[in-house]
C-alpha cells in the first residue's frame, strides 16, 4: 500500500475516533440548483400566449398656437421667458395682435403587454396600459390584430381585463402559486418593450413583498429580468410557465432596466382578474377601519412585548368592525388566522377575504389578547374629504402640560369656529406646541384635538394632566394619546423621559 494512502486512512482513523468521543456539528453547505443550459423550449411555448397592446386616445393640444407647445418649468424660472421669447419670435401672433389658431386635437398612442387566460379571449394586462384609452388593439404572436373591448379594471392593483374576438381558440397561459415563489428561484419575462413586440428576458426572484408605495395593496415580486417600458402588462412566469406575476413597474433612473422590475403577485392578481370579467369592478372584503403602524413607543405604552400589528386609530360607525365590537386603541394581532407583523399587510388580507364570510380577529387590549368574531363586508366607493388648514390664533387662557410641550383649552363654541372644528367634537383643544419638543417632533399642531389619553376619553385639560401624572408614576417611557388631526385620528407616543434626558441649553 502506498504511503500516502496509508496516512490518508490513519487520519480518517483519528478523526472517527475523535466524532464517537465528542460529536462536532459539521455544516451543511447550501447546494443551487444548476442553471437551465437554455430556456429556448420554455419560451417558445409560453411566447404564443403573450400579446402586444397598443391603445390611443385623442387629446387636446395645450398651446394657443401651431407648432411647438410651450415646455412646463417651475413657476418664476428664468427659462420660461427664455422659451415664451423663442416661440414668439418663431410663432409670431398676427399684425393685430390676434394668435394663430390653436392645434387641432391630436391621437396619443402607447404601447404595452398582456396574456391571455381564457382561448376564448379574455386577455390582462395592466390599467396604466389602457387608462383613459377610447381605442385598444390586441396583437397576437402571429401578427394577428384584433379590437379589444375593456371589461374592467380597478386602479388599486392596477389590473384590466380585455375582451377580444378570435376566429379560433387562442392559446391561454395558467396562473400559478405566487406564494412558492422563493428569492433565487428563476424567472421569465416575456413583453412588449419599446414596442419591440416578443422579447423573452430571464432573472431570478430578488426579494418579495416589496411596497413601492403605488397603492394600499402593495405586494410585489422585485425580479432583475430585464423589464423596460412596453413590457407593463407582460406575464412573468416560473419554470413550469406558470404565471406568478404581471410585470407592472421598474426603478430606474434612466428610463431604462438597471435590474429593478416589479410584479404583482398572481395570488393577488387572478382574484381581481375573475372580479373583473364577472363584475366589470374588484369586489373586496372591508373592515371599517382606520389603522396605523405599531411603533416601539407605542407598544411599550401599550404593554406589549414587542412593535408588531395594527393599531386601531378609529372604527366606521355601522362597519364590520364596529358591530364586532372593535374601538379605536386595539391593536389587531391576528385576521383570519393569519398573523399581522405589520400595518400594511392588514389591509391586503382583508381585501382578499369572502365578503360575508365571519373571521376571528385576534387584538391586543387592556394589556391582554382578545378574540372577537367579525363578518367581512364589501369595501364602498372612496369618499373624499375636504378640509382646510386653520391659520387662526389661540384662545388667551391656556393649560401647560409640563414637559410635551403642550398647551391646552377646552374646546368651546369661538374655538370650534376658529379651527373649524365640527360640531360633535369631543376632546381637549391643542392651542399652541412648543419647538423642539416631543409634542413637536410627533407633528403635533394648534387645532389638532386629543380625545384620549392610554386609551381612556379627556373632555378637559385637567383630565389630560391628571392621565399623563398617572403614566408618569408607573415608569413608563411614553404616554400614547389619540389625535384627531386634519388627516383624522391618529394614536401618538410622546415621550416622558425626553425632558429629563436634554441638557439645559
Known sequence: MRPSMRLARRAGAVLLAAALVLPVALPVLAQARPAPDSFADLAEKLLPGVVNISSSQIVQSRGDRLGPEMPNFPPGSPFEQFFRDFLDRNHPPGQHGERAPQAPPRRMQSLGSGFIVDASGIVVTNNHVIEGADEITVTLQDNTILKAKLVGRDERTDIAVLKVTPEKPLPALNFGDSDRSRVGDWVLAIGNPFGLGGSVTAGIVSARGRDIQQGPYDNFIQTDAAINRGNSGGPLFNMDGEVIGINTAIYSPSGGSIGIGFSIPSNLAKTVVVQLRDFGRAKR??????????????????GLKEPSGALVASVEEGGPAAVASLRGGDIILKFDGQDIK?????????????????????????????????????????QK?????????????ATELAGLGLKLAPITPDARDRYQLGPDQKGVLITDVAAGSPAADRGLKPGDVIMEVQQQEVNTPADVVDRVDRVRKTDRRSVLMLIQGQDGPRWVPLSLTADTKREPG
Open 342 to 382: 405589520e400595518m400594511r399587510t392588514l389591509p391586503r388580507i382583508v381585501a382578499e377575504t369572502a365578503i360575508g364570510r365571519e373571521v376571528p380577529v385576534t387584538v391586543w387590549r387592556d394589556g391582554r389578547e382578545l378574540t372577537l368574531t367579525a363578518k367581512v363586508g364589501e369595501l364602498p366607493d372612496d
Open 285 to 302: 372584503g372591508w373592515l371599517g377601519v382606520k389603522i396605523q403602524q405599531v411603533t416601539p413607543d407605542i407598544a411599550e405604552s401599550m
Open 385 to 397: 374629504l375636504a378640509s382646510a388648514e386653520p391659520d387662526k390664533p389661540a384662545p388667551a387662557q
